[in-house]
């Protein structure tokens, strides 16, 4: 049979998860073609917020500094504002994103990216510019509309959408990173589970000029809370597109009660009663509707065929973990396909794709959820109800502010409530503790460093295998680098210290027995990388004559305490297991 289309890899999709691929792909040199079904990037802002982890990716991909340009830096993130509108007085106020004096140096020592705020149809031209520039085959207005696959390969057929030619394609593997409603999770056969349409939500995105408001409390999200309304999470949020003229407003709605009335009309009176200001001027852009879900696909792979993104995992907003999540499970596979496909790896390097990727999937859309469940304290604490008049409510929020025992009660009451959003606004090790167990990790037998603060809000760096590599600033040829600077670029690095010499030569020929790439980066005084502050030997939890091997994804393969007898037979075996190689 011939084909019209043949290759390596076909990425399905090219969102925030499909984007990411292809320019992995591309930059490890495979031959790759991703279709979408679109005639372009995202056209509307949707996600924003951009973890480190997601921009070390970028970093590794060599975008870090495009991205960062188009973005809102993290210091005009921080501010969580409850308001019952933009010009009433404050009712809360938390500063998140790590911009807070007491989570700043959490975040500015975990890695040399900082977070930022860059909204989905910003973000997406950048990422698709980068895979062009790395040569990554991009195929827009293209769908995919049927896929099928058997043992040696993936078959599909893609339908043009202008002109509505179909193309036959055939590949060796596909990557359905085509989003919610995934084809490919539903033609393979992926089961999902959990559940859909918890809550309903309407995006409006508008201009308004909300300097006088905002730039004094700089933030992403505005969060107002008017009497007489039955949402728990509030008459409308405001989040951040451009500072601070350009905005989302989102808000719940009750399904049962029909669609929300989306003419301009309707929603202007609400931007405008949520903004407490008649004299701003408001200018819709767009709006769009979409649902709370909660799910995560059982299985990764079946196959030949992977899940990333949306497609394996749809949850709500909270925590913003969508696209993040997104580009790294990309960064999680796109190394393994590599690897195998050059001969590099055995198929077996696949299977832990499913075993590293799904239990943060699961992790994340569990995550997410209780963080919505976790605005409730909130309304709870201002005293609204469902179906409260909306004199009621204002009573209720009046006592808020009351002197007395029972006001001071209900403004610890807040105090706690607000307290909680940390697990959503600052939960650094949500965000950055992925850690794997598979075979793509060879273990050394020693336990997981327990934890010293919330895991969950704390980041603990770690050399544990399965972990990501611990950042730490070290300089060569005086310029500082991140020690995940030394790894990445779609190989194995092997990082070493004083009296890890011998390491350089096992490397060599583990590399020329195996037929891969390892780079042996020495750090320590007198060595090619210096540590002049002593933090990489505060973190890296071997001997200075140990060594510790990190896979292309920066994630830790394997660790040696200590140089041992035979260190090219050690290193050779952890390589073997790692990359299933007889
Ligand atoms: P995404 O949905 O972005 O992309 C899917 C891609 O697949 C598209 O390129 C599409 O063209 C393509 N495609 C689909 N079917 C295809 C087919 N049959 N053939 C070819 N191509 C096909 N997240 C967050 O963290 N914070 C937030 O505030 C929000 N807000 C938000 C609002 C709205 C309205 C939505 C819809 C979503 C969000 N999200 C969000 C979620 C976030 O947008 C989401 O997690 C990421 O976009 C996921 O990226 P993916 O690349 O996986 O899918």
Redesign the pocket.
Known sequence: MTYDITTDVLV???????LSMAALLAAYGVDAVT????AGT?H?P????TNQRTMEVFRDLGIEDAVREVATPNELMGNNVWATSFADPEIARLLTWGSGPERRTDYDLASPSAMCNVP?HILEPVLRAGAERLGADLRFS????EVSQDEDGVTAV?RHRESGRTETVRAKYVVG???????VAEQLGFAMDGEMGLGAAA?VWLEADLTDYTAYRPGTLYWMCQPGNDYWVGSGTW?CVKPWTEWVLLFMYDPAEGEPDLSDEAVVARARATIGDPDVDIRIKAT?L?QINHMVAERYRIGRAFL????AHRHP?AN?????T?VQDAYNLAWKLAMVLRGDAGEELLASYHDERQPVGRQVVDRALKSVQDMLPISKALGFEPGQSAEDGQRALDGLRAPGPVGEQRRAQLADAVRLQNYQFNAHGVELDQRYASGAVLDDGTPWPAPDRDPELYHHPTTHPGARLPHAWVEKDRVRLSTLDLAGHGEFTLLTGIGGEPWADAAGKVAADLGLRISVKPIGAGCEYADPTGDWAARREVGDAGAVLVRPDQHVAWRAHDLPDDPAADLERALRSVLDRP
């Open positions: 399905v999709g090219a969102g925030p998860a499909g279709v979408t079904k679109y995202a509307s949707r996600a924003h917020i989905q293209t769908e995919l509309v893609v990173a085509d989003g919610g409603r995934s084809t995006n989040i769009s979409w990333a993104g949306d497609a907003p913003g973990l969508g696209t993040n997104s």
